[in-house]
């Protein structure tokens, strides 16, 4: 082999010697020196902004009220003016005494009876608070006696004894003072010979009186059966909830037994139900359209349409009352 084969390959070797060394795909680089420290920037003086320069606008508390079953934002006035009835999913809120009355009777038809009867704290009840305390204020929050409203009104052509429940004072429970105002109310029926309506939404009777409360179930029930001895209808009504005591008493014994649509209805609750026997509940357990299937409740009608349909009943059951 000559030197002329030779020697390229060594001046190539040379030059490929000279280029720059790679590690990883990574040139090589010199350590930079450190630059001088440059003079900082005085920083910026931030101002408060004012509130009357954010876009953001603080909208008033109570003028939507959220659906709890189909989610959707309803306008209270809206709500207010449907009875409390959900436009978008007819979920029936819970509502007032005196606005179902209001719904329901003409207009300056209603009388009330036993105003200004009042609970009293007889056993001196204590717990985690005085029952004397907690009478006072739900008396202060829903501006009512006790938990049902009593009189007499007009429903279409037909004068009514009515007793309306309110669950908003003290979950609707019944005491002495409900038990002695709905037999009271149901008494004037009869003697007046007219129909009585009695729409329930309680939780059952109130513990804090204890056997008193337990006492109204057989007094109510009494007064009942004499209206139903003299021929005069009685339309119960149940809304959500009507449990325990009084849906034992006289919720029950309606000649007609109406119900608002999913209303939740029966005596003891679902869950002690099922730790009781021990067995899975159906679906739909103490729903309104569950006992309407089995026979408890002869109608469920949607709030909006219960004054209409409430005066075609009477219209057929009192017929015949002279």
Same mark, same amino acid.
């Given at each position: 082999?000559?030197?002329?084969? /030779?020697?390229?390959?060594?001046? =190539?070797?040379?030059? %490929? !010697? ?5 590690? *990883? #795909? ?125 009189? /007499?009104?007009?429903?279409?052509? =037909?004068?009514?004894? %009515? !007793? ?5 004072? *003290? #979950? ?151």
């Amino acid at each position: 082999m000559g030197l002329d084969n /030779i020697l390229p390959k060594r001046r =190539h070797c040379r030059i %490929m !010697a000279k280029q720059p060394k790679k590690t *990883l #795909g990574l040139e090589t680089v010199e350590p930079a020196v450190t630059p001088p420290p440059a003079e900082q920037e005085p920083a910026i003086e931030k101002k408060p902004v004012s509130p009357g320069t954010t876009r953001k606008r603080d909208i008033p508390q109570g003028l939507w009220t959220k659906c709890p079953e189909c989610e959707e934002m309803i306008f209270d006035k809206e709500l207010e003016e449907n009875e409390k009835v959900c436009p978008h999913c007819s979920h029936h809120f819970l509502t007032t005494a005196y606005a179902r009355i209001t719904s329901l009777t003409e207009p300056e038809s209603f009388e009330e009876f036993d105003a200004d009867m009042m609970s009293v704290d007889t056993l001196e009840f204590t717990g985690t608070a005085a029952y004397a305390d907690k009478l006072v204020k739900h008396r202060e929050k829903t501006g009512l006696k006790d938990a049902v409203i009593t009189g /007499i009104g007009r429903i279409g052509g =037909h004068e009514v004894g %009515m !007793a309306v429940m309110d669950f908003n004072f *003290l #979950g609707g429970s019944m005491g002495s003072v409900v038990g002695e105002k709905i037999t009271r109310i149901v008494e004037v029926a009869t003697e007046r010979r007219l129909p009585a309506i009695i729409i329930s939404s309680s939780g059952g009777a109130r513990m804090y009186e204890g056997m008193f409360s337990l006492m109204q179930l057989a007094k109510t029930s009494a007064a009942i059966a004499y209206h139903g001895r003299q021929n005069l209808p009685y339309i119960s009504v149940l809304t959500h909830p009507t449990t325990a005591g009084v849906m034992a008493s006289y919720a029950s014994l309606g000649d007609l037994i109406i119900s608002e649509p999913k209303a939740m209805i029966g005596f003891a609750g679902p869950r002690v139900i099922k730790d009781t026997t021990q067995s899975k509940l159906p679906e739909g357990f103490q729903t309104a359209e569950f006992l309407m299937e089995r026979g408890l409740i002869d109608a469920i009608i949607p709030r909006t349409e219960l004054k209409k349909r409430l005066s075609e009943y009477l219209d057929y059951l009192c017929g015949n009352l002279g």
